[in-house]
């Protein structure tokens, strides 16, 4: 390692801090030892349900030079999203990370800011910036580049932020100064996550069958319906479900969020099951305008609505 890398590692997560950013570390870019078939396995499996652009691009999931040629370095982002304030125990539930504005577009903004940062001291830069939008394992790299361990529910968990966090990435053509691996599981025996979901979707250890999971099938699934095995579980979750997370002891620890973007607006406290049985497509386009829950379409949210209990 250089002088120069060294240094500007230093700066880079100096900065990345002062942008919002709550925890930042440094990987070598390589492959993945193994992941190749642990992948395979899963797919085969169909534990990626009607995901299947997970069967895709395999070679870059597991090797994100094939993502990025000539990549040297992965800087790894983590920002926490947890609210100040939850919403109403009997609203309809939307999960935690779609709150506030899509962080996508967040995100982007603030990784675009640390790039010209970085730029400045190598004008050769080149690479790309990914949120949540390519085929990247970022709860590997996050991992490898010291930020937490990955827990029962696959989740990366962060011993001071939790695991309501965004994981982004730059993967750059610069050396940098590498942190080292997080190397310890620190969830012990404890199996909350696992004794909690309510489809036991969490068939082993970090292992997630899709097709169980609540979260895979109020958002991703495009189905006109959910199976009775599933829907006859859903309480009050009408987009994503935090069961795992929120049972988790180390989000006990949570601080909440400091970007203002990421603060749901006072209209979605208002969104009681009522609201939301009349709700119309330009209300929602309204409501949820630049948000994360558009994923779902007002369709998929409706179709939802049909399996609450309270």
Known sequence: MNTKGKIT????????????????????????????????????EGYNADMFYMEQNIEKRCNPLELVPNAKSIICLLTSYYPKELLPANNPQIAKYAYGHDYHEVLKLKMQKLWDFIAYYFPELDGRMF?????????????????????????????????????????????LEYDKPFDNNLCGNCSNCIDNC?????????IIDSRKCISYHTIESKNDDIPNEVSSKITNQIFGCDI???????????S??????????????????????????????QIFKGSAVKRAKLKGLKRNLRYLKF
């Open 9 to 44: 590692s230093v700066l880079i997560k100096k900065k990345a801090v002062e942008l919002g950013f709550n925890a930042v570390g440094i990987s070598e870019c390589k492959a993945i030892p193994g992941y190749n078939n642990v992948l395979n396995e899963w797919l085969t």
């Open 244 to 254: 795992c997370l929120n049972v988790c002891p180390w989000n006990k620890i949570n």
């Open 256 to 285: 909440p969020t400091t970007i203002k973007e990421f603060q749901p607006s006072s209209t979605l406290f208002t969104l009681d099951l009522d609201t939301w049985k009349k709700m119309e497509q330009n209300e929602f386009s």
């Open 131 to 175: 949120v949540d939008s390519a085929p990247v394992n970022e709860r590997y790299w996050a991992m490898n580049s010291g930020l937490g361990w990955i827990g029962k529910n696959s989740s990366l968990i962060n011993k001071n932020l939790g695991s309501f966090t965004f994981i982004s990435e730059l993967i750059l053509n610069i050396p």
């Open 198 to 206: 309510p489809t036991s979707a969490i068939i082993l250890p970090g």
